[in-house]
Structure formats: structure tokens, C-alpha cells
């Protein structure tokens, strides 16, 4: 699983939340911020993932520092390069082994593409895993 | 009888045959004319009705003509346009770069699914 961000233009936290994940990430803790950031989406704010690093015991100063870190923005804005360059406009937007599936699609889409993946690798579907 | 009279009936009888059954003898070419008159009134009304049915006709086939001519353009307009693609061929394996990105699970797993998404 690989994080790729998209800030959309038209949602005016969400550069502020990735340099926060982003921020986490430094110190080794992306995913942790990513879901306290999902689970609270209404309380998106510079005191809230300052509040959040506290939380999971993070160098805050550190983290504060890189809330506005010229080295992270200019990471996030290769990531939405990326996304423009293979023509991803609206997030989410997976790429399976470089399959593109578009949207919040139900889990059983993701269970087909990875099983199609598996079967073009001659690698066995894992006991108990969704079928196609 | 005076004579008078009867030179009179004479004359009547005379002039009703010569007359051959009108009203006056001045007065026969009437019927004729009116006759002669109806006759050119109905030929013009009908003339008339045929010269509207007939323009109405070329209308209708002028019409059919359009519509044919319109449909083909819709299906040529249809064709030349095909509606644009939105968003990355579904079909097509494309290469997303992961250096420095934030990744979860092992490096070396088979599958890779790579998220572009928003926080808000």
C-alpha cells in the first residue's frame, strides 16, 4: 500500500492535513496521523494535528516544524504532478499493480483486481481471501 | 274576340315559339351566362385546391428530405466525437512512482496498490 497525495484545490484543508501526515511520516508514524486525521475529518486544523503528534507521542516541535517544511510541500506537489500526469483528477483513485480502479469502489472490485494480479504472477490466492 | 286580341294571342303563340320556352326572348343568354359562370368558378376553386395540395405536397417531400439530411449529420456528429476519457485507461498498466512516499505492509509484496487520495 502506498500513500499518494492529492490535495484537491476546492477542499481547502487538505494541503494543510497532508503536510501533517506528512509531517508524521518523518517520524515514522503516517498511517497513525492518516486515520486520526479520517476519524475526525470535521476538525481539520493546525491546533488539531499539533494536538494529534501529541497524542502519538511525536517530537512536536519537530512536527511543528514541518507543518510548513518547503521539503515536504514540494513532495506532496511531485505526488500531485504524478496524478496529473496519469490523468488522476478525483481521489481516491488506486492503481492495483498499475491497473488504475477509480473511487471508494466495494471491497469485492479490490478482491477481483488483486486476484486477477495473483493469478497473472502464477501466485496462489491466499486461504480464506474474498474470491473474485 | 276583337281582332286585336286575338292578333295578340297570335302574336304570343308566335313569339312563345320563337322564344323556345324563356321568360323573354331578350333574356336567353342568362341562363347560358350564368351557366358559362359557374362553370369558370368551380374550375378555379379547383384549380386553386390543387395548386394548395400540390404545394403542400412539395412541403411535405421538401420536409422528408431535411429530416434525412438532419439525421445523417447527428450520426456523423456522434461518431466524429467519441466522448472523451475520463481519467486513466482502466486497461492500460500504468507506472506509479513510490520513492519517498508513505507505504504500509512488506516492500517486496506481489501486489502494490498505490492511493492518490485527499484528506478532507
Known sequence: MVWKNLPLSFHPNAMPAAMAAMAANEQGKFWDMHDKIFANQQKMSRDQYIAYAKELKLDVAKFTKSLDDAALKAHIEADMADAGKLGVSGTPGFFVNGKFLSGAKPFGEFATAINAELKRLNLPIPPGAPAS | ?120
Not at chain 2, 303563340?13 to 336567353?28: F, P, R
Not at chain 2, 428530405?65 to 438532419?70: R, S
Not at chain 2, 472523451?84 to 506481489?110: C, E, F, I, L, M
Open chain 2, 1 to 120: 274576340m276583337s281582332k286585336k286580341n286575338r292578333e295578340r294571342r297570335d302574336g304570343d303563340a308566335g313569339d312563345d315559339t320563337k322564344g323556345g320556352g324563356g321568360s323573354g326572348g331578350s333574356m336567353n343568354w342568362l341562363p347560358i351566362l350564368l351557366a358559362a359562370g359557374a362553370l369558370v368558378l368551380g374550375f378555379v376553386a379547383w384549380t386553386d385546391a390543387k395548386q394548395v395540395k400540390d404545394d403542400t405536397l412539395k412541403r411535405l417531400v421538401e420536409m422528408d428530405t431535411k429530416v434525412l439530411q438532419l439525421q445523417a449529420q447527428v450520426a456523423n456528429a456522434a461518431k466524429a466525437k467519441p466522448a472523451p476519457q475520463q481519467g486513466p485507461d482502466p486497461n492500460k498498466v500504468y507506472t506509479v512512482r513510490t520513492d519517498g512516499s508513505p507505504t504500509k505492509g512488506s516492500p517486496t509484496a506481489p501486489i502494490v496498490i498505490a492511493e492518490f487520495s485527499d484528506f478532507q
